[in-house]
Structures are given as C-alpha cells and as structure tokens.
C-alpha cells in the first residue's frame, strides 16, 4: 500500500504489549513512515499515566532539556542512524513500565525531506 500523498503526521506508532507481570510490562514500539518524504528524526513523548512508571527503555535515545533530565521529561528521539524511506519501519525499540496502566506515545516533532523513490541500498533500521 502506498503512503497517503498529505497526512498531518508522517509517523505512526504502534505500541504492543509483549511482556506482563504483577507490577511490570514490556512494550515494543514500531515506529512506521507514512509518507513520501524521507524522515530524519523523530522526536516524541512517553505519556505514562501517573499511577505508573517509565522503568526502562531501548532503541530509542533520551532527550534532556532545560526542565528537567530527560528522566523526568521522558522526551526521546529515534537514534541518528535510523532514516525512514516511505513505507519503512523501526521496530528495534521499546520501553518497560512499572504499573498496570498503558503508557501512550505522542509524536511532537518530524524532521523530513522530499524523497522521490527509495534508494536499492537503504535499508529498514
């Protein structure tokens, strides 16, 4: 299926249980390019509800800002090696929470470029 050819966000993410126990789960994070563009970085928010935790977290780099450490803020980016082609995936990604609530993720920034076809060498991080 091709990419829309406009969508407010080139991104989508789907966040899937793999892993639960009394008072931890595991989720994978797959991180998918919806659009013509080639996307360079990805920045987004781990919403954990407030009666969970952020325990850990993979594949996916922490940001610090000016508010606080990156711990509290639980703002991250994709690493700077993964590109996504129209219609690629990351899916090398996930993170661990204490508590029984499902944590959301929430796309703030996209930095993208026109991409008119995808290169034979490029390949899905």
Not at 4 to 23: A, E, F, G, R
């Amino acid at each position: 299926m091709a990419p829309p050819l406009s969508q407010k966000n080139p991104i989508t993410v789907q966040l899937k249980l793999t892993k639960s126990t009394d008072t931890c789960s595991d989720y994978s994070l797959e991180f998918t390019n919806i659009c013509f563009k080639l996307v360079s970085q990805v920045k987004f928010h781990v919403q954990v509800p407030k009666t969970s935790k952020l325990a850990n977290h993979w594949g996916i780099v922490p940001l610090a800002t000016d508010n606080g450490t990156a711990d509290q803020q639980q703002l991250f980016t994709l690493p700077n090696n993964v590109h996504l082609y129209p219609g690629q995936s990351f899916a090398s990604a996930g993170i661990s929470v204490n508590g029984a609530d499902r944590p959301e993720i929430v796309i703030l920034d996209v930095q993208s470029v026109l991409c008119t076809e995808k290169p034979d060498d490029a390949a899905a991080n």
